[in-house]
Structure formats: C-alpha cells, structure tokens
C-alpha cells in the first residue's frame, strides 16, 4: 500500500493499540524490561551494560547457538514453534511434503550417494575449459553457485524493467581475509582441506581426495586474492556497467556464454544479441576470466565436482551432514553441536517456500491490531523524516525538494506476500535432495521469465514469520514481515514509549536507508540518478566520514574478555547511518503521538523508549561467529548498534543527564540525518 499524510496523522490513532500504557516516568520500567537491565550500573559510562547487563550476564549459549539476542531470538524461537506445528499438522500441501522429506534423514542415509551419481557422471563427461562452464551452468538450474552468477534484477537506472545481471560466484570461506591473511589460513585452511577429503571419500572418490584439497586450495586462494574489498560495493558507479549480451558473449565466453548455455538463459525468447547486461563487478569478472586461463580442465572438473557435493551435502547422509557441520559451523562460527533437525527443516524449507509458509503462518497468527499499528507506525515516521528533511539547513532547496518527492513515493508492504509458489511437479514426502533440486530449477525459470518484463513491486523478499523487515531501493520500497510486530518488538500492552522505542526504531531505520550512503544515489521512482547538488553530497560525506570514523575505533571484545575484532566503519556505513537516524525518527515519531494525548499519557517518558531501543540488541555471540560478522557483515555488532547510537544522541544525554565528555556523552557527536 501506498502510504500518504492524511490530514493531522494523530487524529488517525485515537483509541489505537499505540494509545495503551504500562510505564509512567515515576517507575519507568516495567517488570519485564527492568528484569534484563543492570540498574547498577551507569548509563553515561556503558548504555548497552545498563539496558542489558543482567540479560548478557545470566544468558548463556546453548551448543547449538553461534548467537543469541533477546528480542530477535526469542521471537523467532516462537515463530519457528508455530511454523514447526503448520508443517506437522498432517496435511498434504507442498508445505508439509516438503518438511516430511526434509526430517527424514533415514530415507537420506538409505539412498547414500544414489542422488549424486548422475551429476558426477555427467561432471565426468567434461573434456573442454568450455564444457566445465556449460555443465556449471546445468548445475545452476538445481542451485549451484559457481564462479559467475547471472540473474535477473531490476535496472538500476531503469527500475521499471528487469534486466540481467553478470555477477562473480562464491567461495566455501567467508571472506577474502580468511585466506590471505597467513594467522587466517593456517587456522580455517587446515578444516577446508579435510572437509574437501572427507566430502569426496564419502562420494566415492577416495582416490582423488588429495588431489582435490590441494585443487580447492589453490582455486580458492587465487580467487580470493582477485576478490574486491566489499567497500568497493557500497559505491552505485562501481556496480553499473552496462553491455550487451553479445559483447557479453565475446568478453566473457567461459564466465557468460558457457556458463548461461548450460543455464538455459541464452535460449529464452526475452534475450537477443543486443539485450542490456549489467556487469555489477567488472574488476573482478576480468580477474576471474585471467584466472580461469591459468587452470587445467582437470583443476577446474575437480574443482566444480567439489562444488557439487559441497552443495549438496547438507541434504545428504549423516556422514555428509557432520562434515558440512564441522566446517561451516563449528569452524566457522563456534557452534558446539547441530540444532534440531525440525529447526533446520523450518528455515529450509521457509527458504524454499516463503510464501506459503508465510501464507500459512500469516493465517494462523495474524492480528489486526498489529497490522494497524504497522500502518499508523509508519506514518508518523515518514512525517518525523519529512520534517528532519525540511529541517536540515545543511540541504540546498534543490535537493531538500528532491528528497522529499523521493520520501512521498516511498509505498510499503506490511504483512504477507499475497503471491504463492506454483510449481508443475509433485513434491514428494520422502525425496528431499530431489525436491530442492526441483524447487530450484522451477525458481530458476521463473527468474529468467522475468527478463525484459515490468518489476513487480506486490513481489516480497521474505516471508511473513521473518523477524526482520527491509527497504529495497530500487522499488523505493518499505516490507514489514508481521513476523516482526510480536512482544517484546510490539505488544498492544505496551507503553507508547516502549512500542516507539523498538519496533518505531526498527521502522525508523527502514525508512532513513532510503536516503543512506548508497540510497541516496536513487531517487524517488528507484533509479539511479545524481539528484544531489555538489554542495549538499560533499556536506553528506563529511558527516558520513565522521561516523566511519567513530565506529572504525570500535572493539568487541569475546568470551574470553579479549578483543576479538575491530568494527570496520567503512562496511558498515549504511546500517549505521540507518541506526542513528532510525532512532531520530521513532523518538520525534513518539513526542509526536502523545503531544495530543490526556494526561497522564501525555507525560514523556524517553528513558523507556531508549532502553526499549537498546534491548533490541541484547545479544550474546561466540568469538568465531563474531569474527564472521565483522568480516562478511554490514551490520555492526549489537553492542556498538546501541553505544554508537546513543552516543550520537544529545537526546539520550539529556534524558539520562551524562556529563559532557562521560563515555556515552562525547563531544565529537557524528548526525548524517
């Protein structure tokens, strides 16, 4: 739905589930927020400690948790219960087959490596570099990433239209820094080449296990070194190449001609010679065609038969699952031991099937009252920014009015999709790897037909129980999974100022993504264009350049009580220009709801709304998983999302009356909006 200013917004909200309290500044924390807190301690020296101490300090992580947080956690816990009973209830929809082929690891361990063999011995039948690409290609359509990826998106510069995109694949370790820094490699490099053993003595090749882990190294190394820096991303100019799929044929004849040969994409009626390509990496699709002429056809059929079984191992065997176990979460993220098997299935099969799983879902727990406080939310948030917009002198008229054309288009999805997976084969209740294979080759049509057609901004990219939301610039677009809008985020019971504080900051940040450091670059219709005046954009990087800074001197320190990684303000940038100018507009959005009430609700009651906010972000996590975070992440850690908010604040200073200079109260404050 679109949204727009009707009259005075407050008018709207009279008698809403918004309007309930159960704080008042007297006591301003009720029982089950003052039960996380550490009231002992000193919100001017460590806000996070205050609002979440004895949370973190009585938490403690189960074997089967790389990461727990407060509200997110125990949110999904009871949404993944819910779809858990959906997919158990018995019925005989595409839902519950798939979830029964999912938990039936003994049909999985009877078949053994049965699924595997035709793919193998088509893997086999490779003699050419080119038929290594083709049959990768093949392998797409049932889910395989390889080292280029095409898939069709909305054009940046014309979002109205789908169009192909040409993108680098993806490796088995995080990041680039997992292979070449030395300390790195000779911790993770040691777990892949066993794995890399393990996977192809259990596929029946035993004899070339150690030619292949020598391979895999030897690939993945060299593709990392080609790898760029992931802040090289964030820059709109660097990812918009635009081509032909005819000169992407003559540039690229192993990376895109091969390779979408095999997918099928080259045949589709939607592409001629002259269809538009985006290479949304050209640097490194250069360097990854350079490093492909350096390989064998033996290197690289070796290395793509490593792929496949890797790809498929989580859906195999016992003896598959705990190598792809013991690598990619004990290794990696320092998780103990697997979590249930009906918990995997939930988010597999919610992954395969978002939309009738959150059909369902959405149908079970649906809740008028937090669809309309959605709705109302919303609203007075996008008027907090449109005033923040008018307000911000540093904006020239030009581009002030820009911004706000661009604000009243932005149009919001809250609830459910109302699209549902069709498919035009069966799923099979004791099939699983056949299934998925299916599923994703069915998905990979749909994608293709796609291509050259309008975009369908009703489309949604998560289900409704997902406990998160987005914004997607380029349909300039808001999507609010009511998955979200659950206690303790929301809770009609709440108090106007604990609501605000933390599902208003979650709406808050949505909406300022919209107008962050890769945002911006699009206007209001979701095309890149340069809408920004010189002097607005260079006033827009000196504040954006501050917050880079601050955060870059952020450490989180481990279970062990050591530093175990530094915050990288470059990476992050937009989620933390999104963080603090989230929680801006959720606290104006809050003065502004209860300016009209009676007394006493009338009455402020900022210290609630801020420790609201923070415990959004209680969180415990395992140094391995940490490590990920900041090396693959865009998001700072939980800990810093809250002191580097709140430090930012002259609100919170106030409320909480820091001393200038006090830890959480520094004189260097960093505002972008």
């Given at each position: 739905?679109?949204?727009?200013?009707?009259?005075?917004?407050?008018?709207?909200?009279?008698?809403?589930?918004?309007?309930?309290?159960?704080?008042?500044?007297?006591v301003?924390?009720?029982?089950?927020?003052a039960?996380?807190?550490?009231?002992?301690?000193?919100?001017?020296?460590?806000?996070y400690?205050?609002?979440?101490?004895?949370?973190?300090?009585?938490?403690?992580?189960?074997?089967?948790?790389?990461?727990?947080?407060?509200?997110?956690?125990?949110?999904?816990?009871?949404?993944?219960?819910?779809?858990?009973?959906?997919?158990?209830?018995?019925?005989?929809?595409?839902?519950?087959?798939l979830?029964?082929?999912?938990?039936?690891?003994?049909?999985?361990?009877?078949?053994?490596?049965?699924?595997?063999?035709?793919?193998?011995?088509?893997?086999?039948?490779?003699?050419?570099?080119?038929?290594?690409?083709?049959?990768?290609?093949?392998?797409r359509?049932?889910?395989?990433?390889?080292?280029?990826?095409?898939?069709?998106?909305?054009?940046?510069?014309?979002?109205?239209?789908?169009?192909?995109?040409?993108?680098?694949?993806?490796?088995?370790?995080?990041?680039?820094?997992?292979?070449?820094?030395?300390?790195?490699?000779?911790?993770?490099?040691?777990?892949?080449?066993?794995?890399?053993?393990?996977i192809?003595?259990?596929?029946?090749?035993?004899?070339?296990?150690?030619?292949?882990?020598?391979?895999?190294?030897?690939?993945?190394?060299?593709?990392?070194?080609?790898?760029?820096?992931?802040?090289?991303?964030?820059?709109?100019?660097?990812?918009?190449?635009?081509?032909?799929?005819?000169?992407?044929?003559?540039?690229?004849?192993?990376?895109?001609?091969?390779?979408?040969?095999?997918?099928?994409?080259?045949?589709?009626?939607a592409?001629?010679?002259?269809?538009?390509?985006?290479?949304?990496?050209?640097?490194?699709?250069?360097?990854?065609?350079?490093l492909?002429?350096?390989?064998?056809?033996?290197?690289?059929?070796?290395?793509?038969?490593?792929?496949?079984?890797?790809?498929?191992?989580?859906?195999?065997?016992?003896?598959?699952?705990?190598?792809?176990?013991?690598?990619?979460?004990?290794?990696?993220?320092?998780?103990?031991?697997?979590?249930?098997?009906?918990?995997?299935?939930?988010?597999?099969?919610t992954?395969?099937?978002?939309?009738?799983?959150?059909?369902?879902?959405?149908?079970?727990?649906?809740?008028?009252?937090a669809?309309?406080?959605?709705?109302?939310?919303?609203?007075?948030?996008?008027?907090?920014?449109?005033?923040?917009?008018?307000?911000?002198?540093?904006?020239?008229?030009?581009?002030?009015?820009?911004?706000?054309?661009?604000?009243?288009?932005?149009?919001?999805?809250?609830?459910?999709?109302?699209?549902?997976?069709?498919?035009?084969?069966?799923?099979?209740?004791?099939a699983?790897?056949?299934?998925?294979?299916?599923?994703?080759?069915?998905?990979?049509?749909?994608?293709?037909?796609?291509?050259?057609?309008?975009?369908?901004?009703?489309?949604?990219?998560?289900?409704?129980?997902?406990?998160?939301?987005?914004?997607?610039?380029?349909?300039?677009?808001?999507?609010?999974?009511?998955?979200?809008?659950?206690?303790?985020?929301?809770?009609?019971?709440?108090?106007?100022?604990?609501?605000?504080?933390?599902?208003?900051?979650?709406?808050?940040?949505?909406?300022?993504?919209?107008?962050?450091s890769?945002?911006?670059?699009?206007?209001?219709?979701?095309n890149?264009?340069?809408?920004?005046s010189?002097?607005?954009?260079?006033?827009?990087?000196?504040?954006?350049?501050?917050?880079?800074?601050?955060?870059?001197?952020?450490?989180?320190?481990?279970?062990?009580?050591?530093?175990?990684?530094?915050?990288?303000?470059?990476?992050?940038?937009?989620?933390?220009?999104?963080?603090?100018?989230?929680?801006?507009?959720?606290?104006?959005?809050?003065?502004?709801?209860?300016?009209?009430?009676?007394?006493?609700?009338?009455?402020?009651?900022?210290?609630?709304?801020?420790?609201?906010?923070?415990?959004?972000?209680?969180?415990?996590?395992?140094?391995?998983?940490?490590?990920?975070?900041?090396?693959?992440?865009?998001?700072?850690?939980?800990?810093?999302?809250?002191?580097?908010?709140?430090?930012?604040?002259?609100?919170?200073?106030t409320?909480?009356?820091?001393?200038?200079?006090?830890?959480?109260?520094?004189?260097?404050?960093?505002?972008?909006?």
């Amino acid at each position: 739905m679109k949204v727009t200013y009707i009259g005075n917004v407050l008018t709207l909200l009279a008698g809403s589930a918004l309007s309930h309290t159960s704080a008042s500044p007297d006591v301003p924390y009720p029982p089950h927020v003052a039960k996380l807190m550490n009231l002992d301690a000193d919100p001017c020296e460590d806000f996070y400690e205050f609002a979440c101490g004895t949370w973190t300090a009585q938490t403690q992580l189960t074997p089967a948790e790389a990461r727990r947080s407060y509200s997110f956690s125990t949110v999904q816990d009871r949404n993944d219960e819910i779809v858990k009973q959906i997919m158990q209830a018995g019925g005989d929809d595409e839902v519950s087959r798939l979830f029964a082929s999912c938990t039936d690891t003994a049909s999985m361990d009877r078949l053994g490596t049965a699924p595997l063999q035709p793919d193998l011995e088509r893997i086999q039948t490779i003699q050419t570099v080119a038929d290594v690409f083709q049959v990768a290609g093949e392998l797409r359509r049932k889910g395989l990433i390889f080292l280029s990826e095409s898939a069709a998106y909305p054009d940046m510069k014309d979002a109205t239209r789908n169009v192909l995109y040409l993108m680098p694949g993806t490796l088995s370790l995080p990041d680039k820094s997992y292979y070449l820094d030395d300390a790195n490699w000779a911790k993770y490099g040691p777990p892949l080449t066993s794995y890399v053993k393990t996977i192809f003595k259990l596929a029946g090749l035993e004899a070339h296990a150690d030619q292949a882990a020598d391979v895999v190294s030897k690939v993945e190394k060299a593709c990392a070194a080609a790898w760029l820096q992931r802040a090289w991303f964030k820059s709109a100019a660097n990812t918009y190449s635009p081509t032909t799929v005819g000169d992407a044929i003559r540039d690229y004849p192993l990376l895109f001609s091969s390779y979408l040969t095999g997918t099928g994409a080259l045949h589709t009626t939607a592409l001629s010679r002259s269809s538009k390509v985006i290479n949304f990496a050209k640097p490194l699709l250069e360097a990854l065609k350079q490093l492909v002429a350096t390989l064998t056809v033996d290197e690289l059929r070796t290395y793509l038969t490593y792929r496949w079984i890797s790809e498929n191992a989580p859906s195999m065997t016992t003896e598959f699952r705990d190598a792809w176990f013991q690598l990619f979460k004990k290794t990696l993220e320092g998780v103990k031991e697997p979590e249930p098997t009906w918990k995997t299935c939930v988010a597999t099969v919610t992954a395969n099937l978002p939309n009738l799983v959150g059909k369902q879902y959405f149908d079970k727990t649906s809740s008028v009252e937090a669809e309309t406080t959605a709705k109302q939310m919303v609203k007075l948030v996008e008027a907090a920014m449109a005033d923040n917009i008018n307000n911000a002198q540093w904006l020239d008229a030009d581009t002030r009015a820009q911004a706000l054309l661009k604000l009243s288009n932005v149009s919001d999805l809250i609830g459910h999709s109302g699209h549902v997976e069709q498919f035009d084969f069966v799923i099979q209740a004791d099939a699983f790897r056949a299934n998925v294979n299916n599923i994703a080759s069915a998905k990979y049509k749909q994608m293709l037909a796609k291509l050259g057609k309008r975009v369908d901004k009703t489309q949604w990219d998560m289900p409704a129980s997902a406990v998160n939301a987005y914004y997607s610039r380029p349909m300039n677009q808001m999507v609010f999974p009511i998955g979200i809008f659950q206690n303790p985020f929301f809770d009609p019971s709440f108090a106007p100022a604990e609501n605000f504080g933390a599902i208003g900051s979650v709406v808050g940040h949505e909406l300022t993504h919209g107008f962050d450091s890769g945002g911006r670059m699009y206007d209001g219709d979701g095309n890149q264009n340069a809408w920004w005046s010189a002097a607005s954009t260079a006033e827009f990087e000196r504040r954006a350049d501050c917050m880079r800074t601050q955060y870059s001197k952020c450490d989180i320190v481990g279970e062990s009580g050591s530093v175990v990684a530094t915050v990288n303000g470059n990476n992050t940038i937009t989620e933390n220009i999104a963080d603090n100018g989230g929680i801006k507009l959720a606290l104006e959005a809050y003065h502004a709801y209860i300016r009209d009430l009676p007394a006493p609700q009338n009455i402020k009651n900022d210290k609630l709304f801020f420790v609201s906010f923070a415990q959004n972000w209680c969180a415990k996590y395992r140094d391995e998983a940490v490590k990920k975070m900041v090396a693959t992440g865009v998001h700072t850690p939980p800990m810093w999302r809250v002191r580097g908010v709140v430090m930012n604040s002259a609100e919170f200073a106030t409320t909480f009356q820091c001393a200038p200079n006090k830890p959480m109260n520094p004189s260097n404050k960093c505002a972008v909006w």
